[in-house]
């Protein structure tokens, strides 16, 4: 059963920090890209960067350049993701996704998410 998992959400100040992480099971993690989205209240989900996989990843959105890193650990199954200077704008929920072949700004090209984690930014 594929899942995913994230957690590190929470209540920080403009300007501060998060870490969030995206823990996968009951795929082969190496070879399936994953993207981190996120989406506000009665907005579209925004993706933001994706790993494929094999190295490699690429920004989906001008919005997070800059103050936002990916990383990916193939030993423990997980995706982190970096957030730095944060606003109040970076409030929302924040998924990671699993596509098969390769990243994609369209979210309707990813067949598994997580369940979601909150992180609210406080002014």
């Known amino acids: 059963q594929v899942q995913l998992v994230e957690s590190g959400g929470g209540l920080v100040q403009a300007g501060g920090s998060l870490r969030l992480s995206c823990v996968g099971s009951?795929?082969?993690?190496?070879?399936?890209?994953i993207t981190w989205f996120r989406q506000a209240p009665g907005k579209k989900r925004e993706g933001l960067l994706c790993n494929s996989g094999r190295g490699g990843w690429i920004s989906l959105s001008d919005s997070v350049k800059g103050r936002f890193t990916i990383s990916r650990d193939n030993a423990k199954n997980t995706m982190y993701l970096q957030m730095n200077s944060l606003n109040s704008e970076d409030t929302d929920i924040y998924y990671c996704?699993?596509?098969?072949?390769?990243?994609?700004?369209?979210?309707?090209?990813?067949?598994?998410w997580g369940q979601g984690t909150q992180v609210t930014v406080s002014s």
């Open positions: 996704a699993r596509r098969e072949h390769g990243c994609s700004a369209f979210e309707s090209s990813y067949n598994y």
């Open positions: 009951g795929f082969t993690w190496d070879n399936n890209a």
